[in-house]
């Protein structure tokens, strides 16, 4: 079974510092990952995903995640926070047949101006 | 091009009574899937449909819930006689079919039920 683990359920950073947010999956196959963020009140929209290929994703909004097979990890950072980043991030892995999405807990990202 | 349209976006209900959610996925997309997000938690898979057919209903819960997606019209979530804990957030997702080995789906608005 897959799962993920995002570590830090609220993070605060300060408008203009790096944006750090955690998540460790366990997968018994090689994983595909996606980053989603969720504003209030709204759906989830894709950030960016890693299938394979180069290890360091680039996503929209100036994010990007890096893929560490030893770590099992795939943190999302961005290296200077905006207020209009504050929203809920949740990092998830996809099954083998490619249908069914596992999410971890979600981080609340807030800024401080 | 619209987006998954869900609605309605939020819905009340009391305890007995019955929820019907609808989704209409992306034009398109054939695929459909339903998640649910309780109070404070990630979101939790309940199905997965293609046209008239459920493809994987690992995450329903046994009873009271049921999905559909017919030929024609929308998915429907159908919660029977719901109670307080079936308060949640739930989010339609669409996919299209794609020769890669995972579907990317694209997520509604979701809607809000909140049973009294």
């Known amino acids: 079974a897959q799962s993920v683990t995002q570590l830090g359920s609220h993070v605060s950073v300060s408008e203009g510092a790096l944006v750090l947010l955690r998540c460790n999956y366990s997968s018994s196959v090689p994983p595909y990952l996606f980053w989603y963020v969720q504003y209030p009140n709204q759906g989830l929209q894709l950030l960016l995903k890693?299938?394979?290929?180069?290890?360091l994703v680039k996503g929209i909004n100036g994010f990007e995640a890096e893929f560490k097979k030893s770590e099992t990890s795939f943190h999302l950072t961005k290296p200077s926070a905006h207020m209009s980043d504050a929203a809920e991030y949740f990092c998830?892995?996809?099954?083998?047949?490619?249908?069914?999405?596992?999410f971890g807990g979600g981080t609340r990202l807030m800024v401080k101006p | 091009n619209a987006g998954v349209m869900q609605n309605p976006r939020h819905l009340v209900r009391r305890r007995g009574q019955e929820a019907r959610l609808r989704c209409s996925p992306m034009k398109g997309h054939s695929h459909v899937y339903w998640y649910r997000q309780l109070p404070e938690e990630g979101l939790k898979f309940m199905v997965y449909?293609?046209?008239?057919?459920?493809?994987?209903e690992s995450g329903m819960p046994k009873e009271r819930f049921s999905a559909e997606f017919p030929k024609e019209g929308p998915s429907i979530l159908r919660i029977q006689q719901v109670v307080r804990g079936d308060s949640a957030a739930y989010f339609c997702?669409?996919?299209?079919?794609?020769?890669?080995?995972?579907?990317?789906?694209?997520f509604g608005p979701g809607t809000r039920l909140t049973v009294l």
């Open positions: 449909l293609q046209k008239e057919n459920i493809i994987d």
């Open positions: 998830a892995v996809i099954n083998n047949a490619g249908n069914m999405l596992t």
């Open positions: 890693y299938t394979t290929g180069a290890t």
């Open positions: 997702a669409s996919s299209p079919t794609s020769g890669f080995s995972y579907n990317e789906q694209f």
